[in-house]
């Protein structure tokens, strides 16, 4: 097996990808959207399996759930679903939320086609939104500058750049006194203060038959593309006690793992 890890640097997808296309790899498996259509860029004849790739018909991995088509199947994270639910839940503990801020790297399609559906579901609340958008690991701290002043509370859009740096935005968030909501459990064991979303580890235990499928002779265009089934409900009590909040009982009730 061979791993590469582009540390949040979108730039070296391709080189990646280029590579395991020269090594003649049997399948190539990718975490996310961006790495997916730089794989799709390397090579039209080696199975790409994702995992966490946002809405694969709109980013153009796939032509459909049932029939993918091409050399890409995978499972979809069904951001387009949740954004509502993550505003909502943050709501619950910011009753008093009417303005956002929205954290999201612009140079991820996935990533603009959530921060733009988490819009939508803000001024459904009547909540005003403020886009925070980031290109690189240095843009980070530039757009915290004054944010306490215009927002309530963080919605970061989890991707690769935002989870290799979920540890500096944390704190960042924490010192301008922001509760953040996230999609991925290992933002809020990092101090963020809710996440809910599909469990990664689980999608990367599913790819693992996708790749078995494959391998057996499957074509990768005739496996239809999974949505999760299981999500998690996590909450960062230390944070919350940080920030001066009180979770509701109700919320902690249906948590699915609440850290002290």
């Not at 009590?237 to 793992?257: C, M």
Request: aromatic residues 6%.
């Amino acid at each position: 097996m061979e791993y590469r890890w582009a540390e949040g640097r979108s730039d070296r997808y391709l080189e990646f990808a280029s590579e395991f296309a020269r090594l003649k790899v049997d399948v190539i498996i990718t975490g996310g959207t961006p790495p997916t259509l730089a794989a799709m860029q390397a090579t039209s004849v080696i199975p790409i399996v994702f995992v966490n790739a946002a809405d694969p018909i709109a980013s153009g991995l796939v032509k459909s759930f049932a029939r993918p088509g091409g050399n890409v199947t995978g499972l979809s994270n069904q951001t387009k679903d949740l954004a509502g639910k993550r505003i909502e839940l943050l709501r619950e503990v910011v009753p008093s939320l009417s303005r956002l801020a929205i954290l999201a790297n612009v140079e991820n399609v996935a990533a603009v086609l959530e921060m733009g559906d988490a819009q939508a579901a803000a001024r459904t609340l009547a909540c005003d939104v403020t886009i925070l958008g980031v290109r690189r690991a240095e843009d980070i701290e530039r757009v915290f500058e004054g944010l306490r002043d215009r927002a309530d509370a963080i919605y970061v859009v989890v991707d690769a750049l935002m989870n290799t740096n979920r540890i500096s935005i944390n704190n960042l968030a924490i010192n301008a006194r922001l509760p953040t909501v996230h999609g991925n459990r290992g933002s809020v064991q990092t101090g963020g203060l809710i996440s809910y979303g599909p469990s990664f580890s689980d999608q990367f235990r599913r790819a693992g038959d996708f790749i078995d499928k494959i391998l057996r002779g499957v074509k990768p265009g005739d496996l239809p593309v999974e949505q999760p089934t299981k999500f998690q409900l996590v909450v960062n009590l230390r944070t919350a006690k940080s920030l001066g909040l009180d979770i509701p009982p109700t919320l902690l009730a249906r948590a699915d793992e609440v850290i002290e």
